[in-house]
């Protein structure tokens, strides 16, 4: 059971993140009483950030090999599954699937499932869906972003214990699911040495970190060889001495800023997704 032995699900993206958990801020339980489509957050009465130059191109899909140290674990697909209304903003709809594969999976089944809907003017989330099945483990997540009040609403369902859990918390700038990071850093004017301050949503924590553009340089995957920045988070204040390795992206450095090679790495090794290739999805 390589992939759960250890306590840490290392497989999934955003999981890598909680066992520094002492590090991220928590959010407000919110009763089950207290009705489903209410906030109990007040409104912050804020507005949509500027809007970025940047527009992404619809039914792009991206397919991985996914590997577990040297041992290959599994496929990944990420997808632009083109554009849609949500409370009257047009959104993108983004898409990724992590599932193991061949020996790996006979030996630990696991699939994770993610929707992103981020905005398509400011590419800030307004709400992602995570399926998450693991052996006799599921779960289900749902995050709303209400960005112009600065506030989001999670929704936390085990379906194998049948319990949920509701929480809400205050946006406290720009914040993101991973899988939304990872689009938003295809917007920035990318150079070596810039750096970002965002937020990032793993699990019932809001993590802050300063994303740091280190270097830029030639890596090679079955798909060829690329000319990319390496991007790596780092979390800020009492736990700024901490890198967020979990969480490298090699994105191209070209127009496209496509994500070539994506590694999370844990107290028991890494997970390395790197791109095998680049294609258009029917419409």
Avoid at 136 to 165: G, H, T
Avoid at 178 to 206: D, M
Wanted: positive net charge; hydrophobic residues 40%.
């Amino acid at each position: 059971m390589i992939l759960s032995k250890y306590g840490v699900r290392i497989f999934g993206l955003p999981s890598l993140l909680l066992y520094m958990s002492a590090y991220a801020a928590e959010m407000i339980p919110i009763p089950d009483a207290f009705p489903a489509e209410e906030w109990k957050m007040s409104c912050e009465n804020g507005a949509w950030p500027t809007a970025v130059s940047k527009t992404l191109e619809l039914h792009e899909a991206l397919n991985y090999a996914v590997r577990w140290g040297a041992i290959k674990a599994g496929q990944g697909r990420i997808e632009v599954q083109g554009t849609e209304n949500f409370k009257e903003r047009s959104a993108y709809h983004l898409f990724m699937e992590l599932k193991t594969v061949g020996v790996t999976k006979a030996l630990h089944a696991y699939d994770e499932i993610t929707n992103t809907w981020i905005d398509q003017s400011s590419f800030l989330p307004l709400k992602y869906e995570k399926q998450t099945r693991e052996g006799a483990y599921s779960r289900n997540e749902e995050v709303i972003f209400d960005v112009p009040c600065q506030r989001l609403n999670r929704i936390d369902r085990r379906l194998d214990k049948n319990i949920s859990e509701r929480k809400q918390a205050r946006l406290p700038g720009p914040t993101l699911d991973i899988l939304g990071y990872i689009f938003y850093l295809r917007t920035l004017p990318l150079e070596v040495g810039a750096q970002y301050e965002l937020t990032l949503v793993s699990g019932n924590r809001l993590w802050p970190v300063t994303v740091h553009v280190k270097n830029k340089l030639q890596i090679s995957t079955s798909a060829g060889w690329f000319n990319c920045f390496f991007i790596e988070p780092t979390l800020r204040g009492d736990a700024s001495d901490l890198k967020l390795k979990q969480l490298q992206v090699w994105l191209t450095a070209d127009d496209k800023k496509i994500p070539v090679r994506i590694r999370m790495e844990a107290n028991v090794g890494h997970i390395t997704a790197d791109l095998i290739n680049t294609e258009r999805r029917p419409s």
